[in-house]
């Protein structure tokens, strides 16, 4: 199976900051990842789709890259919406399509 | 707009079981994928399962494979799991997804959630 590993697990920025996560796969995934964002007590959100893919409606604050087996997810200027656990989530070929640990995003 | 609302969750003791529904809307069901994820609580995300748009293939992560069995009803717009031999460890709230296919033309992944449903295994 493949292994996400995300870092942080989690991060205190101000508001206005530059955020930045990454997450890493155990093997080559070429492009197919997500990210999603959770804000308590809600279900997840698609956010970027095949790893730089902006989802209708997301905010263009929020932006991804990456391909083969490394990945970042950006937040160009943090704001206090944003206050949100971030996942990535890989779904190359077979399941299972795993998930990171995710990144708890604070507002310092 | 996707709606998906599941049911069916509750407490039950170890062994026991449960079935989880799920009613979708705002879009033509039968064209995608339906995956089951859970939460446990305070901890994150984790896929159980994913059913083909026809039923025609289903797959489990290791931690359920030969206790839960996914299905769906495509007349009903309607996704299940059916929970057996639960497990402590099977507690957590768990969300129903619409799984998008690329080769579909679909967003990939999981574009569409529930609000999930809580599954508490305690004596």
């Known amino acids: 199976d493949i292994q996400m590993t995300q870092s942080p697990s989690s991060l205190s920025a101000s508001v206005g900051d530059r955020v930045t996560i990454t997450c890493q796969a155990s093997q080559d995934i070429s492009n197919y990842l997500n990210w999603y964002q959770q804000k308590p007590g809600k279900a997840p959100k698609l956010l970027i789709y095949d790893a730089s893919n902006l989802e209708t409606g997301v905010p263009s604050r929020f932006s991804g890259s990456g391909s083969g087996t490394d990945f970042t997810f950006t937040i160009s200027s943090l704001q206090p919406e944003d206050i949100a656990t971030y996942y990535c989530q890989q779904y190359d070929n077979l399941p299972p399509n795993t998930f990171g640990g995710g990144t708890k995003v604070e507002i310092k | 707009q996707v709606q998906l609302v599941e049911s069916g969750g509750g407490l039950v003791k170890p062994g026991g079981s449960l079935r989880l529904s799920c009613a979708a809307s705002?879009?033509?069901?039968?064209?995608?994928?339906m995956s089951w994820i859970r939460q446990a609580p305070g901890k994150g995300l984790e896929w159980v399962s994913y059913?083909?748009?026809?039923?025609?293939?289903?797959n489990y992560a290791d931690s359920v494979k030969g206790r839960f069995t996914i299905s769906r009803d495509n007349a009903k717009n309607s996704l299940y799991l059916q929970m057996n031999s639960l497990r402590a460890e099977d507690t957590a709230v768990y969300y129903c997804?619409?799984?998008?296919?690329?080769?579909?033309?679909?967003?990939?992944?999981?574009?569409?959630w529930g609000q999930g449903t809580l599954v508490t295994v305690s004596s």
């Open positions: 705002g879009f033509t069901f039968s064209d995608y994928y």
């Open positions: 997804a619409r799984w998008g296919i690329a080769v579909a033309g679909q967003t990939p992944g999981a574009a569409g």
């Open positions: 059913i083909s748009s026809s039923s025609s293939y289903t």
